[in-house]
């Protein structure tokens, strides 16, 4: 149990749609890490936060943002939804240390 | 190159055998490793990280780092149908000043009843 939590468990969207996820992470681990898993991949890295501001950003185009608040929750928000971008989003929330711990993640698929 | 490769599998091996899990990494600058398990359908769970050249081991599982080599690997001592999974590969980039984790494909491994 990694006291990370994520909704919802699955999603299924439509083509072009907007769509946001959820974290919470443990408290005093004031950072979180989104990531990307396709099928058969790894996962990919999304962006990550700390303390609220965005503190890196992978290879991935605009329309993924991305929110922290101060109570250790995040958002993670996909516009204009691509068939690619049907995967399972993972978040991660990480110790004073720099261990990342998963959430369960949520499954998307985009029809 | 890929930033992080492994061999994905599928690896069988018997069950109470050692199963040896490889994974080389091209940033000469990475600072920190992990290996995570993932089961089919459920998110990566983590098993070791290792900062230091050399073995660390916990349980049955030891964690090998070869800065020169830029290799990593993960043993698994007395095999068990349980650690049927992928096991991924995560190296540490401090790109900017962020723990970005870049991850290989994974290894698939099969414990053989």
């Known amino acids: 149990e990694t006291g990370v939590t994520q909704s919802p468990t699955h999603l299924i969207k439509t083509r072009g749609q907007q769509v946001t996820l959820r974290c919470s992470s443990q408290?005093?681990?004031?950072?979180v890490s989104w990531y990307q898993q396709a099928l058969g991949q790894g996962p990919q890295f999304i962006f990550q936060?700390?303390?609220?501001?965005?503190?890196g950003r992978g290879n991935f185009p605009p329309r993924f943002s991305g929110l922290q608040f101060p109570n250790y929750s995040s958002e993670l928000n996909v516009n204009a939804l691509e068939l690619d971008d049907s995967a399972l989003y993972l978040c991660?929330?990480?110790?004073?240390?720099?261990?990342?711990?998963f959430g369960p993640g949520t499954r998307l698929t985009v029809l | 190159q890929k930033e992080v490769e492994q061999n994905s599998g599928p690896l069988s091996v018997p069950e109470g055998a050692i199963a040896s899990l490889n994974c080389t990494y091209s940033d000469r600058g990475s600072q920190s490793f992990f290996w995570y398990r993932q089961y089919s359908g459920k998110s990566p769970e983590l098993i070791m990280f290792i900062y230091s050249n050399g073995d660390k081991e916990d349980g049955r599982f030891t964690a090998q780092l070869n800065k020169a080599s830029q290799y990593v690997s993960l043993l698994i001592r007395d095999s068990q149908p349980s650690d049927s999974a992928t096991y991924l590969c995560?190296?540490?980039?401090?790109?900017?000043?962020?723990?970005?984790?870049?991850f290989g494909t994974g290894t698939r491994l099969t414990i053989i009843p």
């Open positions: 995560a190296v540490n980039n401090r790109v900017l000043g962020n723990e970005k984790l870049t």
């Open positions: 936060y700390y303390r609220e501001e965005e503190n």
């Open positions: 991660a929330s990480q110790t004073a240390t720099d261990t990342q711990y």
């Open positions: 408290s005093g681990h004031n950072t």
